[in-house]
């Protein structure tokens, strides 16, 4: 019974919600539409034509590309001339030559029984000493200058002709 009762008194709450909420309250509302129903139409733009682009020709494509270096003749003649190059396969590999070239950092330089050594750092944080002779990187680079502040490197790279040629590199201290 309570039941019935309390079902009673929450439909006879919303219904006189219901009837506060629709009021007529809206005259404001309506007479801001009205105001602006009243005012002319606008003109809309037409859409404006359509203008076929002129096609561009590009005939600069079998040329070389512009950020690459020209190859001088004499380049060409050095590297066909220097066919007696090549790695020497029966060398057994330093530790360092698992690493690219590019991945190792001189990061400093000591001297020790009469022998300059130079710090190298590999990708991951190890550092070795090296000296004149020692090899690094992929590409049978064989170190042929140490001072301190740069190491000189000479490396064996194809030519691409199932050739090789030297191709000298350098690594500078870090920092400078």
Known sequence: MLRGVLHLFL???S?????AC???????????MN?????P?????????FKAYKVFSYSAT?????FDRPIEIREITQLQSVTTVKPDAG????FLEQFTFDSLSMVGSLSRSNTDWTLIQDPEGGVHRVKLG???GRNHGKIVEVTEVYIAVIEIVSDGNEGWVERPRSIRLSGL
């Open 11 to 13: 439909f006879v709450l």
């Open 15 to 19: 219904s006189l919600t219901l009837v």
């Open 22 to 32: 629709s009021n007529g309250g809206f005259t404001d509302l309506d007479d801001f």
């Open 35 to 39: 105001e602006k129903r009243a005012r």
């Open 41 to 49: 139409g606008g003109v809309i733009a037409p859409i404006p034509p």
């Open 62 to 66: 079998t040329l070389r590309s512009p």
């Open 91 to 94: 060398r057994a590999k330093e």
């Open 134 to 136: 020692n090899f690094l």
